[in-house]
């Protein structure tokens, strides 16, 4: 995917927000929770960072595109080096969850007020 793509994918996702913060990093958040973090456009080669579930994370971390994202590691986030080293459809995947996870992580009343509780109960159903 090119950043172009992957912003404009991030934007479709529910209730997702975009800031430019620290720096020119592009900031997706849900109910004002961060849930991706890109490059700004012209550092190449392009990576973006994202919330994975603890099983992700262990085995992303082995593989070599991916890196323990700095300052957020302890909290499960990776950082992909190059977009170019997923699949479309495997970038969209991991995106859609990051916004999941921290979407249920939302309190019940920002969750209701962003029309999230859909996203909340599957993401809860997913690690009964």
């Known amino acids: 995917m090119r950043h172009a793509d992957v912003e404009k994918f991030c934007l ?27 490059g700004p456009a012209f550092d190449k080669p392009h990576h973006i960072t994202f919330r ?12 070599p ?3 323990q994202a700095p300052y957020f590691a302890k909290r499960r986030w990776i950082l992909l080096q190059r977009l170019d080293a ?5 970038l969209k995947a991991y995106l859609t969850r990051a916004h999941a996870l921290v979407a249920a992580g939302l309190p019940k009343k920002k969750q209701a007020e962003f029309g999230l509780e859909a996203i909340a109960q599957d993401v809860a159903a997913l690690a009964d």
């Open 12 to 38: 479709s996702l529910p209730a997702t927000t975009l800031v430019v913060q620290w720096g020119e990093s592009r900031v997706y958040k849900v109910g004002g929770k961060v849930f991706a973090v890109m």
């Open 52 to 63: 994975v579930a603890e099983d992700s994370f262990e085995i992303l971390t082995e593989d």
């Open 65 to 67: 595109e991916f890196v």
């Open 86 to 90: 997923l699949s479309t459809k495997e």
